[in-house]
């Protein structure tokens, strides 16, 4: 058990209460740089890249955006986020809360899906800068997409989606015209999506994860997140709400498992409510975290009886639940049935977001969303293990936290700023995650060791108004295809590319932009394979030139071979023999370069038999 010295005290004791380690100390010192006082602006926001080109920005889409839709929430500190909320006005504003925002994205066949709080839209990115090919106007909140084959699945959430998809809302607390779950769009035809079926859930659903059935190639399962209230039984007949100890049957503390049979998505349908949370000793369904403060320094943590995203990694058989109060590892083998085998509580940990397998399945990269996300959480006071992101490994399938990385550079007091959605770049030997920071823009931090990350780049632009806050800045980050793709909350789409640096060499760019995937859903991790390459090679060589005391004559004679392999004039004895001696090396390495010297003289064996 690790157990931070500032909080020894208090935190000691519910540790071993829960039997969880909390993450080890660290104190991360966060120092201005030019992303933490730029021009502000809508269209014309300063900018700051650091190892990064903006290659494209393209507004939102027609129909999905409104100067009057811009949301200005009223600033809040971590005391009074439990407090009531100032009455509304009597009069019902045009737009609801983030009503036009970006949300989630997935690709597809060379076309970018972006979700949106009315609904989503399709660019052609083939040729590089995102072309709209598709708008579908469909409000009900959230809109996280998944994209499989001819199917687009569209998370709802909010009391005003229809089943219709239509815009005039669903009033009142029972309506049966109500929409809240996930849909189903047949997308065959760009130029005509349609909805072929609606899953109702009792919660509605945040955000979704799809889940392939191990062995029939004809059933995908859905794992659904869902946030908010519970439906009324008179709407929907599969609901009631309450602590599980006075209603068992209770919505509240589990997923969804929805099974969809692809020659038959139409009867796509609720196959299991796993109760995830329960205690595995005495079955008590509201098993974790119960939320609240621990110490005077600690965060006020979320109570877990739902999860907020979980991240599958279908050839590990696993998945990382972000569920609140705690971060989870399910073992997913048999999908209708997930079953927790561990959980990790963390007491800086103010609502668990999402996760992020490294490509071993050995870590995950948990989020916190402390404030939401519609608040200003980077700022120079807030504490840098607060709204950040939570390192943890996984030994013998436990989860251990390790340490925490935050965005190093301040923001203002007018950007909402906290750790939020991102995904891995496939470079070998590393562990490297672009990541959203929404008007902190993104980072791309580099977790190969989990006790010292750090960062490799960044891109950031000025708030959008200078004393005010207006939400905005990246829900979503993700490599997809060689590109980073930005979902822009308020300003639509952006992709950068990544450019050489002292932190990342040209041959390991090569590595990642020559990884292309067909279909990319970021919440189902598939594994990065790769192949025996010159740059591949010299992406392991250059990470080891970077290594304090590298054999530098060793690595000179591996870059040596590269550049003959590339001239195609390799011979067998040559590489046979860099081969013994990489492994050589490798025997008395350690950590990540024993790794890196392992794949190295695996690359060069097989040169040497080719």
Same mark, same amino acid.
């Given at each position: 058990?690790?157990?931070?010295?500032?909080?020894?005290?208090?935190?000691?004791?519910?540790?071993?209460?829960?039997?969880?380690?909390?993450?080890?100390?660290?104190?991360?010192?966060?120092?201005?740089?030019?992303?933490?006082?730029?021009?502000?602006?809508?269209?014309?926001?300063?900018?700051?890249?650091?190892?990064?080109?903006?290659?494209?920005?393209?507004?939102? $889409?027609? *129909?999905?955006?409104?100067? @009057?839709?811009?949301?200005?929430?009223?600033?809040?500190?971590?005391? +009074?986020? =439990? %407090? &009531?909320?100032?009455?509304?006005?009597?009069?019902?504003?045009?737009?609801?809360?983030?009503?036009?925002?970006?949300?989630?994205?997935?690709?597809?066949?060379?076309?970018?899906?972006?979700?949106?709080?009315?609904?989503?839209?399709?660019?052609?990115?083939?040729?590089?800068?995102?072309?709209?090919?598709?708008?579908?106007?469909?409000?009900?909140?959230?809109?996280?997409?998944?994209?499989?084959?001819?199917?687009?699945?569209?998370?709802?959430?909010?009391?005003?989606?229809?089943?219709?998809?239509?815009?005039?809302? $669903?009033? *009142?607390?029972?309506?049966? @015209?109500?929409?809240?779950?996930?849909?189903?769009?047949?997308?065959? +035809?760009? =130029? %005509? &999506?349609?909805?072929?079926?609606?899953?109702?859930?009792?919660?509605?659903?945040?955000?979704?994860?799809?889940?392939?059935?191990?062995?029939?190639?004809?059933?995908?399962?859905?794992?659904?997140?869902?946030?908010?209230?519970?439906?009324?039984?008179?709407?929907?007949?599969?609901?009631?709400?309450?602590?599980?100890?006075?209603?068992?049957?209770?919505?509240?503390?589990?997923?969804?498992?929805?099974?969809?049979?692809?020659?038959?998505?139409?009867?796509?349908?609720?196959?299991?409510?796993?109760?995830?949370?329960?205690?595995?000793?005495?079955?008590?369904?509201?098993?974790?975290?119960?939320?609240?403060?621990?110490?005077?320094?600690?965060?006020?943590?979320?109570?877990?009886?739902?999860?907020?995203d979980i991240t599958v990694y279908p050839e590990r058989g696993l998945a990382a639940g972000a569920c609140s109060g705690n971060g989870i590892l399910l073992d997913i083998s048999d999908p209708q049935n997930p079953k927790r085998i561990s959980e990790l509580f963390d007491p800086d940990m103010a609502y668990w977001h999402s996760a992020t397998f490294d490509n071993a399945g050995d870590k995950v990269l948990f989020t916190d969303e402390w404030g939401g996300g519609t608040q200003a959480r980077c700022r120079a006071e807030d504490p840098s293990n607060w709204g950040a992101n939570l390192i943890a490994t996984i030994d013998n399938r436990q989860l251990r936290g390790r340490s925490f990385y935050k965005l190093p550079a301040p923001q203002t007091a007018a950007e909402n700023c906290v750790a939020h959605n991102g995904t891995l770049i496939p470079v070998p030997g590393r562990d490297l995650m672009v990541q959203a920071w929404y008007q902190g823009g993104l980072s791309i931090v580099d977790f190969t060791d989990p006790d010292k990350a750090f960062e490799v780049a960044s891109f950031d632009r000025g708030p959008i108004e200078a004393d005010r806050m207006v939400v905005g800045g990246f829900w979503s980050t993700y490599w997809f295809n060689g590109r980073i793709y930005g979902s822009e909350i308020a300003r639509g789409v952006d992709v950068l590319r990544l450019v050489p640096s002292e932190f990342l060499s040209a041959a390991e760019i090569a590595v990642a932009e020559s990884m292309i995937s067909n279909e990319i859903n970021p919440q189902t991790q598939t594994e990065y394979k790769y192949g025996d390459t010159p740059d591949v090679a010299a992406a392991y060589a250059d990470q080891l030139a970077r290594t304090a005391g590298h054999d530098a004559a060793l690595t000179d004679k591996v870059q040596a071979e590269i550049v003959k392999w590339r001239a195609g004039s390799t011979d067998r004895a040559s590489s046979q023999s860099l081969s013994v001696a990489l492994t050589a090396a490798a025997d008395k390495a350690t950590g990540a370069d024993a790794n890196r010297l392992k794949a190295l003289a695996g690359i060069f064996e097989r040169l040497s038999a080719a």
């Open positions: 058990m690790i157990v931070r010295t500032l909080l020894l005290s208090s935190v000691a004791a519910m540790s071993v209460m829960l039997g969880a380690a909390s993450a080890s100390a660290q104190t991360q010192v966060l120092v201005p740089d030019a992303r933490s006082t730029l021009s502000p602006g809508l269209r014309d926001a300063g900018q700051a890249a650091s190892n990064l080109t903006l290659e494209y920005s393209v507004a939102p $889409a027609p *129909g999905f955006f409104d100067p @009057e839709a811009l949301f200005a929430p009223t600033p809040r500190s971590d005391d +009074d986020e =439990d %407090a &009531p909320r100032p009455p509304q006005p009597e009069v019902k504003p045009k737009f609801t809360p983030l009503a036009l925002s970006n949300s989630d994205m997935a690709m597809s066949n060379g076309r970018l899906f972006v979700g949106n709080f009315n609904g989503f839209n399709a660019y052609d990115v083939t040729q590089g800068e995102p072309k709209l090919v598709m708008s579908v106007v469909c409000p009900g909140g959230q809109g996280d997409l998944s994209i499989h084959g001819n199917l687009l699945f569209m998370s709802v959430e909010q009391n005003r989606g229809r089943l219709d998809c239509g815009v005039s809302g $669903a009033e *009142g607390d029972v309506n049966a @015209e109500r929409f809240r779950g996930i849909r189903i769009f047949d997308i065959t +035809d760009l =130029d %005509a &999506p349609r909805q072929i079926a609606a899953v109702q859930t009792c919660r509605g659903s945040h955000t979704h994860t799809q889940v392939p059935d191990p062995t029939d190639p004809n059933v995908l399962y859905l794992y659904n997140s869902a946030t908010s209230g519970v439906r009324k039984t008179d709407e929907l007949g599969i609901c009631s709400e309450g602590e599980p100890d006075a209603n068992p049957e209770t919505a509240l503390y589990s997923i969804d498992v929805i099974k969809v049979p692809l020659d038959r998505p139409q009867d796509a349908a609720i196959v299991n409510r796993p109760r995830i949370f329960a205690d595995a000793a005495t079955g008590r369904v509201a098993g974790l975290w119960q939320g609240g403060r621990i110490g005077v320094a600690a965060q006020n943590t979320a109570q877990t009886n739902h999860c907020h």
